[in-house]
């Protein structure tokens, strides 16, 4: 029998898609802007999930990676566009415009990012482990402002979006498709991490990291692992973000977007697969209605987020499924 | 490149230091004494900022714009503690991060929403301005000076309040045991909400007289409120004394090297590239330092309790 | 005798002015289960903990399966067959007890690091699992969180994860305390069985327990050990009755 939590995330799932096919009947094409934006925000989220549902690892500096991945694809465009090598030695290497190239380029560079900024990080927990990660993407932010080669504060433009092989990606619709499908992917991704052997060392070091290492396994390498997968997914999403957007510029990196991507996935509940996704729909849903209320809607929103902190634990899915977060 | 030169950009790093430790004074207090991660802190020093110069603006006098940037901002944070910060002491840090991120949203926005979104701009009082003459015939902006000697008294006064009052000795107290500071019979929800008003009143401060030297505009606080985190870090949590050297330190590290890093690498380098990779890199200075003490030391250059 | 398995060399320890461990030296051969006992605040715990790797010793070695292990941390040492419980138990509280011992099972299999395959239908690490909860009587709770067990159960999970490491010794930290007679009769049962798989080293405030279990029992009294020997012999020990066991009673549960 489907659990109430499983057939809430196959409405979501249905949902997410349902909206720009209407959108797309209807003609109004900015619903689907939005249906894409909810699954590349709910890609970050699912990877900030990993993190900080089940590794209990609150990082406020995802934007770092998610912010990297975006630079990757800018760069690599504008190189493209421009015809200009980004390396003529050792050996050289020209930009592209092509999506598949472009996505494990991202992948990679937010991982080591991860990689270099987690290993730091986890040498401490707690409060500190916040202020770290939140201090390290703040680094890379004041870096993308003061490096002047990529628009440094204003930003750089991506012409024209990237390319995928037998799609038209300037379609909304098709671009939207690919977003969702990468979505769905990092979800099942997810789900199959949380239920493997890994997803059981990583859950017990959220628990208790004493316990881990007194059985023989590292929490230290078995939380890195996972803040680098987590990395690579906020990275994969930064990418697709800066091709919706056409654009990346250092805002992609602030620390308002790591609060943003922290605001999905808790809005949604943590350790909840498709909570990142209801999250980011959620927000953007609460952006555009309160957006039409008042100019200041953050200020509803700020005053909203924190009544589900005092009042409402374990996030929109948690509450609609009924029960407590599960390990 | 001149000696008064760089004597101007030491006092600028050492005014800098001080200012950075008004705030991570004001943060490392609350976490030590209730534990709580506050990303709000930033608000506090914006509405110190704002109080400042709307008072000074209505009233025509600095000096009680200055008074009223210490009220504000400690009523805001006396009010924040009793309505908000007060239930989440008992939630995990998540919980903290959220809510108070939240209140960020809610500050930034309803100060914007008062004021408007164009920076505010306040006048320095007409006997701080103009230099001062220091010794070694170098002129220095008399404000800055102000401002390192008042973070010099509010220091040397935070350390006499923890070392000698009665509230310091609860502070102290609640630092180290907080169920025992219960049992003494000392009303904690009081203790607690003075607290947190202490710290805010001392971001305020900070806004206010670094909003007289630069500008006043919503979200000015949070740039701040993560360098003080980095002083946090260096110093080590909890530990007033590591706030206010890795304070100076921070301050001086990244003052100087803005200044000293582009001329280093002019040295050997064709001067727009010295001045990018010297910038660039200059930005990245007190991260860097950050990253090589969590390297060497996690707890801290003070830190003693592990994390 | 035989060649121990696990020897201290002069462990100190300590905390400001504390002395927590003053030149503990004692060893565990195969087969033996070694207790160590003394008044509380006498340093048990502290020995336990440099030994695991928690704490590390101002001074001194311990020598575990033929090297040094003075440099290895916590995990290193687990690898190598050290398996420990706690003073207060320390389990993953939102796992079931399965879940719990799994974890020790993929840890000494080296598997940790699989991502994909789902590990609640891998089903040699679920028997293997279930086996050890059967060997302590927990099977029926196998599928209970372990925050929602008694405290019983608690410890007797700490030891059903300990025994899936597969250990070349046990460290047990009173195991016992807050047991009730019943339970304690049926660990007393499991433990003596169990010193033929890997020697323990036994932390225990129970006497009883202690009497009956003990190969040989080594002292602690303000980090110093004040005598070691047959459970005959410390009976005996005049110093020890004076110290320790003189005020309590040594049949007296303490």
């Known amino acids: 029998m489907m659990t109430r939590e499983a057939a809430i995330s196959l409405l979501i799932a249905a949902g997410l898609l349902a909206a720009p096919l209407l959108g797309n009947a209807f003609d109004e094409p900015f619903v689907i802007t939005l249906a894409t934006k909810v699954a590349i925000l709910g890609l970050a989220g699912t990877g900030l999930n990993i993190a900080l549902g089940y590794g209990g690892m609150v990082s406020l500096g995802h934007a770092a990676f998610f912010g990297l991945g975006g630079y990757v694809a800018g760069i690599l465009a504008s190189h493209a566009l421009n015809y200009e090598p980004l390396f003529t030695a050792p050996l050289l290497v020209e930009g592209t415009t092509q999506m598949l190239i472009i996505w494990p380029v991202a992948i990679v560079v937010s991982g080591v990012a991860a990689l270099v900024i987690g290993a730091l990080s986890l040498r401490t927990t707690g409060v500190f482990f916040i202020m770290i990660t939140l201090a390290f993407a703040q680094m890379v932010y004041y870096f993308a402002i003061s490096w002047p080669a990529y628009g440094g504060e204003d930003g750089l433009s991506i012409y024209i979006r990237n390319e995928f092989p037998g799609l038209n990606t300037l379609n909304p619709l098709h671009f939207f498709a690919i977003c969702y499908v990468l979505l769905i992917l990092a979800i099942g991704l997810s789900f199959l991490l949380s239920q493997s052997r890994f997803g059981l060392a990583l859950n017990g070091a959220r628990q208790n990291a004493q316990r881990l290492a007194t059985v023989g396994i590292s929490p230290f390498r078995v939380k890195l692992t996972a803040f680098v997968i987590s990395g690579m997914m906020a990275g994969l999403a930064g990418a697709l973000y800066a091709d919706l957007n056409r654009f990346v510029s250092p805002s992609m990196l602030s620390w308002h977007t790591s609060g943003e991507i922290m605001v999905f996935v808790i809005l949604g509940g943590t350790r909840r697969l498709f909570g990142p996704t209801a999250g980011a729909a959620l927000y953007i849903v609460l952006e555009n209605t309160l957006g039409d209320v008042s100019e200041h809607w953050l200020l509803l929103l700020g005053a909203l987020l924190v009544a589900l902190v005092l009042f409402a634990r374990g996030g929109v899915i948690g509450i609609l499924a009924g029960q407590p977060r599960h390990a | ?307 | 005798m035989p060649e121990p398995i696990l020897q201290t060399e002069k462990l100190s320890k300590r905390f400001g002015a504390v002395v927590a461990s003053d030149a503990v030296t004692l060893d565990l051969v195969p087969g033996e289960i070694h207790a160590l006992i003394g008044p509380n605040g006498a340093g048990k715990s502290t020995v336990i903990k440099q030994i695991a790797g928690e704490i590390r010793q101002d001074s001194g070695s311990i020598r575990f399966a033929g090297r040094d292990i003075d440099r290895l941390d916590m995990v290193a040492r687990a690898q190598l067959g050290l398996a420990r419980t706690f003073q207060v138990s320390s389990v993953a509280p939102e796992f079931s007890g399965l879940q719990n011992v799994m974890l020790a099972v993929q840890s000494v299999e080296r598997k940790t690091f699989r991502f994909l395959r789902p590990a609640l239908k891998d089903k040699p690490l679920m028997t293997q699992a279930m086996a050890h909860l059967e060997r302590l009587l927990l099977d029926d709770r196998a599928h209970v969180r372990a925050g929602d067990m008694s405290h019983g159960e608690r410890r007797a999970l700490e030891i059903a994860i300990a025994l899936a490491l597969k250990p070349k010794a046990f460290l047990l930290d009173e195991p016992m305390a807050g047991m009730g007679p019943e339970n304690t009769a049926k660990l007393i049962e499991i433990l003596d069985d169990l010193r033929a798989e890997a020697p323990i080293l036994l932390v225990e405030h129970d006497m009883d327990a202690v009497f009956a279990l003990a190969d040989r029992i080594s002292v602690i009294v303000y980090g110093r050990i004040i005598a070691s020997g047959t459970p005959e012999e410390i009976r005996a020990n005049e110093e020890v009755r004076g110290a320790y066991l003189g005020d309590e009673g040594h049949d007296g549960a303490a």
């Open chain 2, 1 to 307: 490149m001149t000696v008064s030169l760089i004597v101007e950009q030491l006092l600028n790093g050492l005014q800098f230091g001080f200012m950075l430790f008004l705030m991570a004074a004001g943060l490392t207090l609350i976490f030590g004494v209730m534990g709580l991660i506050n990303l709000a802190h930033g608000s506090f020093y914006m509405i110190g900022a704002f109080a400042c110069a709307a008072v000074a603006a209505a009233t025509g006098s600095y000096w009680v714009g200055l008074a009223a940037s210490l009220a504000a901002a400690a009523a805001a944070g006396a009010l924040v503690e009793v309505a908000v910060i007060r239930r989440l002491y008992r939630r995990d840090h998540l919980d903290q991060v959220l809510a108070t991120f939240a209140l960020i949203l809610v500050f930034s926005e309803g100060t914007r929403w008062v004021f408007g979104s164009f920076p505010l701009y306040l006048t320095v009082p007409d006997f701080l301005s103009g230099p001062v003459a220091l010794p070694g015939g170098i002129d220095y902006p008399l404000f800055r000076f102000a401002i390192i000697l008042i973070g010099l008294v509010i220091a040397g006064g935070l350390f006499l309040l923890i070392a000698r009052t009665r509230l310091g000795i609860r502070i102290r107290a609640g630092e180290s045991d907080r169920e025992m500071i219960a049992a003494l019979g000392v009303d904690i929800r009081k203790l607690y909400t003075t607290v947190f008003a202490i710290g805010a009143a001392l971001a305020g401060l900070a806004g206010a007289l670094v909003g007289t030297i630069q500008s006043v505009q919503v979200g000015m606080g949070e740039p701040v409120l993560i360098l003080a985190f980095v002083v946090i870090i260096i110093g080590g949590l909890g530990s007033i004394v590591g706030a206010l050297v890795s304070a100076i330190l921070v301050g001086l590290a990244d003052t100087l090297g803005r200044f000293l890093l582009p001329v280093a690498f002019d040295t050997f380098m064709d001067s727009s590239t010295a001045n990018n990779v010297g910038s660039a890199l200059a930005s990245m200075l007190i991260y860097i330092l950050m990253a090589l003490v969590l390297f060497l030391r996690p707890t801290g250059l003070f830190g003693t309790r592990a994390h």
